[in-house]
Structure formats: C-alpha cells, structure tokens
C-alpha cells in the first residue's frame, strides 16, 4: 500500500485529523532542508508537502515565492529536491512525502524519466499546480503506473460536476484551496469551508485537505473540525525565515508543535 | 493546403497552447471560453467592436508603399501596414476594444492587465476611461524605469499602476502578478490579457481580434500594390501583432510568413528573447510553447532593446507555425534594429517602435537578396514615441546624423 493511503487508513482508524506542513527545498540552504522535515515529523507532521523551487510560482504568494527565489538562488533544481527526499527516506521509511510545484521542471525533466526519478527517491505523490485534470492524463498514468498518487486541487469555484471529474483522475488525497486567491492570503472563511467541503464529500471518496490561509492554532481547529488533514505552508516558511538559517529546523518543528498540540486537544472523529 | 482551423476545442495547436493553470482559475478561463463562444459571431457585438475600429482606433489603417526606403534597401519593394497610426499609436488597442466589449458583456466592472513596453497598460487604461472601468496595471519595475512615459500615460487615463519587484521585475513577472490579481477578484475582474500567449481561450481571442489587421492587408494590398505580398513580416514577443497580420495569410500558401525575434547582444551571448529560434518546449503563463529556460526548467532572464519584446515565452500558434514550417522565424540584434529605426526616421520620416524596427531591419537584409518586383509587406506594429530615451541613451549624438553620414556606415 502505498505509503499515502496507510497513512491516511491509521489516521481514520485513530479519528484523528491529518497535519501536513509545505517547506520549499533549498530554503533557506540546500542542506536544512533535510533537518526541517525530521524536525517538522518530529513535531507531528504526518506528512510533508516538499515545494520544487519556481522561478515563475504563480499560484503562490510572496512568502512563498521568496522561499523559491532564496533556493533558486543556490541552484536547487528537480535533480536537488530529488536527492533530498532519498536522503530523507534513508531516515525515515514512513512518513509519505509529495512532491508540490510547477509544470516546467517537470517538462524539462521529461514526465517518464521524473516519475522514474520519483519513485526512486521514495516520493510517493506529486501535485503539479498547473497541470489540471484536462493536461494531466499522460502523467497521472506514468504516476499511476509507479504506484505514485497525482494529487489534484479542488477550489471553491470548481463546480460540482467537476468535482466528481476530479474525483474519478485523483489518487492519494484531494487538496482544497480555501480561499480565492494564492497561497499565505489571509481572509478564510470557515462556514464556507465547511459548506463547500459536504459538497466535495457527495463525490470524492479519497481523504480531503485543507490549505491556504492557516496560519494559527484557532484556523487550524476550525479546519480540522471539518477537513480530514490541514496543510500549512506559508507560515511555517515565514518561522523560516524568521531568523538564523542554522536554527530553522528548530523554529519550525516547535511552531508545528504548537499546532500539532492544538489538533491533538479537538474530541476524536467519529470513525 | 487543408483547411487550417486551430486551435481544437481545448486550445490545442498541435502539442501547443492548452489550460496549464492551477484549479483556481479553471471556472473563469471557462466562463470566459463560453461567452466568447457566444459572443464571438454575434451580430450586435461584431458590429460594436467595428464600430469601435472606425470611429475610436482610426481602422482601416493605411497600407504604405515605402518608396524611400525600398530604394536604400535596394531590391524588394517595402510596404509598411502602418498600426503606428492606431488611437494610442500601436496594434495592441485592436484587442483592448475586442476584450473590453467582453467584459461588459460579461458584466465585470474592472479590468488588469500586464504590460512590457506600457503599449498594451496604455491601451487597456484607454479602454477603461473609454467604457468607464476600474483599470489595475500590473507592469515590471526595471520597465516602469525604462518606460516612465508610458507610465504616465496610464496614470492619466485613470489606471493604478502596480510595480512588480518579484524575479526579473520584467514582462513576465507582471504576468504572474495579474494572474494572481485575477484568482483573487475573480468574480469582478476581467484580465485583459495584451498578447496570443496565456491559457486558451486567450491565444485564440487574441489572435481574432487582432486578426483586423491581416484582412485589412488581403483587402488593401491587391488595391494598392497590384497583389499579394511575397512575404508579409513582423516582429514577435509575445506575437499578437505578428498574429494579426500572419493568420489571414495562413491559407494563402504563396505568402511567406516571416516572424522576427530579438537577438538582443546577439544569440551567442544568451542575453537575448529568441524563444522561438533558441529556446525549447515548456510550461509557462498557462500554455505549452517555446520558452527561454535553463537545464532545470527554470525560465531565463531575457534582453532586448524593445521592452515590447522582452519575453521568455511566445505564442503556442507561433510555435506550432514554426514546426508546421508555415512560419519562418528569424532574429535581429539590438544594433541592426537601432539602425533599422534611425533609417525609418531618416528617409520615410515615420518614427517606428523599436519592436518594429526588428521587423523593418529583417526586411530590408530580404529585400536586397531579391529583384524589384517583389512585395514585403511589414507590419509596422508601433510608433516609436515612446522609445526616445532609450534611442537617446544608445545612440547618443549620433541620432542627430543621417545615417548615410556615420562613417562606419558608408
């Protein structure tokens, strides 16, 4: 079983909510990125999002873009992320790790020989923001066929046929976009989450997440009241950035903590 | 030839152009598709935007025989499709009119829009003093340096203009700025995009637009020349004016389609925006074309002397004309499309658009590999206002001489 759906499998049978935190590799240095995501488990993630550095992350807000330009601005490409998360999982042979970024690296790369490398390394799911369901076909079979999940966004402006679309390509877990606009913006609107998401329930069967716009233990209580895992991306790379490069693996993991000790405080699901 | 009718249904050019935008933009990008669809042969909305063409832009423009200039080049005769004559001084207000009926239709009362140069920021901000709409401007920060006029120009019209300080603070980085304007405000804001590049049915909608300015030329051309041109030449960046006047001459399988990009310092420098002629296939702003980029797949910084053309990427019709070998793509350094424009000035007294100097320079290195009785026809894309600064800081005191007079031209 892959390592997504084991994950996710444990976590329903517990009725606990799913925390899954977005770094960007290379920031702020190539070599803290391993040590920000032992430190980020450590601190109970139960997986981890690894962001694929962008000259171009159009979907993303300027905390996150500035993470891209601080890895790009040592060279950290696909074949860097890659090797990251081989290293990673020399560490730790359990924790799914998916791969999030844009199309190019990808082309460049070549879909067939990425989703080789992937696979390789020890990924176990990629989402490719701007490949949607329409453009994506090819990959998600070459992911598919390496029993690697393509993880697809849903967002509150997709209509509900669309969402069962979706539903039908989508492996591992669907991601929902809560707000209308990019990543790190503040303004989420939780009764509309909560609304949008019973719809999204009548048609995907696979576990939904929840990001953008988290950014405190209250957001994230209120999303895990109603998602089945909350991922938090910008606020954890502005701990990050926040002070010396040596110590961001320890700012990180004690930030997520705090989240993680909040969630773990909610009633348990019912199962 | 077969019928060419791209792109298919889902914006395809063959392997180019497409939807490669994240969730969040689907429904619009849908809703516009569809409204397009609905609109796009209606017979009220095509009267309007004519109606715009004649009484606002000025349309038809003229078609010019550059006797002059022909003369210098020495062969090929020149005939200039004069888009410099344009209200606002350049093709892109041929879209700005077509998208800004759109918008209305579509009941959207603000319009953003990216600019390079600040021709397409000036011509979005005139339509929305025009048809009274909110008007943001997304423009790079080195161009709102290099284009302070233009800026201007815009802040006049009533349009808020947004320096953007992230990446190469150019074209593109605009682009991803309007493009996250518009996941935000989606629900109110029409994004007036400025070339045939971005996510269908942006290339598509573009190109008809401008497409005005290719069936002027198959109407006038026969008129004033006698025929057909032999070849019709523009200069390309994002591509919409090379677009315009290639797309009616596609089925005309005698007319050669020459487009021309900008070899900056020149290719072997890399400081360049020949993504046509240098670049590889990739994902970029929406669509799947030729794009400047390093191993990584990471996008590349680009040079030229014209703002205008200062992109990584290109139209996914361009590229698929390029491998269909319908179009030819071919490059002009900055120097021979400065001296391209100082002769324009000098012997046809028109001022041209340094992105339409790139064409003129092509042009006249054609015309004197060819006999007297051929036509090019080159669309003259721009007036060249705008470019003053930068001509002045290049070419000094220089400017002051005719080009006949500088030694090393002799």
Redesign the interface.
Known sequence: MNRIDATFAKLRAAGRTALIPYVTAGDPSPASTLPIMLSLVAAGADLVELGVPFSDPMADGPVIQRASERALAQHVGLLDVLAIVAAFRNVDADTPVVLMGYANPVEAMGQAAFADRARAAGVDGVLVVDYPPEEAGDFAALLAARGLACIFLLSPTTPEARIASIAAMARGYVYYVSLKGVSGAGHLDTDEVARKLAEIRRHVALPVGVGFGIRDAASAQAIAAHADAVVIGSRIIQEIEAGPASAAAGRAGRWLAGIRAALDAMPRRAV | MPTYDLPDS?GHFGPYG???????L???LTELREQYARYQHDPEFVAEFESELAHYVGRPSPVYHARRLSAKAGGAQIWLKREDLNHTGAHKINNCIGQALLARRLGKPRVIAETGAGQHGVATATVAARFGMECVVYMGSEDVKRQAQNVFRMKLLGATVVPVE??SKTL??AL?EA??DW?????STFYIIGTVAGPHPYPMMVRDFQSVIGKECLTQMPQAAGRQPDAVIACVGGGSNAMGIFHPYIAHGGVRLIGVEAAGDGLDTGRHSASLTAGR??????N?TY?L?D??????ETHSISAGLDYPGVGPEHAWLKDSGRAEYVTITDDEALAAFHDCCRVEGIIPALESSHALAYAAKLAATMGSDRILLVNLSGRGDKDMNTVAERSGLRFHCRPECDPARR
């Open positions: 889902r497409g939807v490669f935008v994240a969730e969040t689907i429904h619009a992230s990446g593109k980085d991803n493009m996250r996941v935000t405000n989606v629900e296939p990739g994902v970029l702003h929406g799947r794009l980029q191993a990584d797949g990471q996008i590349i």
